[in-house]
């Protein structure tokens, strides 16, 4: 009789320290996922918050000569820059993310594009070089003279 009631007792003892080691591991469980959910909260509101900062603001311009020639004068660059600017601020606003498929669409737009009497002259624009940094879209053009139709 003592060796059942023994048994028993191990029994119950062992019932109640798997219960134990459950509900413990359960709890930490529990505790994880919470700690998790809030990590997840905390990330995709810094990601809304990284996007809605992550945007072309500005964009700057640089114009390269022809090879083997001199610079364009300065009147005629900043015409021109005012011309690619107002073509380009379509880009303003766009997140910073999407400047890949953008950059392709507008190199293809204004790819040998002729700006006319600009200085007395018409020139043909090519891109070179597009850099998205610190919110604003750097430019590099290359400017050609064209000939007067």
């Known amino acids: 009789m003592q060796a059942v009631a023994f048994f028993v007792c191990g029994m119950i003892v062992g019932a109640a320290v798997y219960s134990a080691m459950v509900l413990d591991q359960t709890s930490r469980i529990a505790a994880q996922n919470y700690e998790i959910k809030e990590q997840l909260d905390l990330t995709e509101k810094q990601l809304l918050a990284n996007r809605q900062i992550s945007v072309i603001r500005s964009i700057v311009i640089f114009v390269l000569p022809e090879e083997n020639k001199p610079a364009l004068e300065a009147v005629v660059q900043v015409e021109l820059k005012q011309r690619l600017e107002k073509d380009l601020s379509i880009l303003k606003g766009r997140s910073i993310y999407d400047i890949g498929s953008d950059a392709q669409l507008v190199r293809k737009l204004?790819?040998?594009?002729?700006?006319?009497?600009?200085?007395?002259?018409?020139?043909?624009v090519s891109i070179r070089t597009m850099l998205v940094a610190d919110s604003v879209l750097q430019v590099w053009v290359e400017a050609k003279t064209a000939l007067r139709k």
Do not use: A, Q
């Open 110 to 124: 204004l790819e040998g594009k002729v700006y006319t009497d600009i200085g007395d002259k018409n020139l043909s």
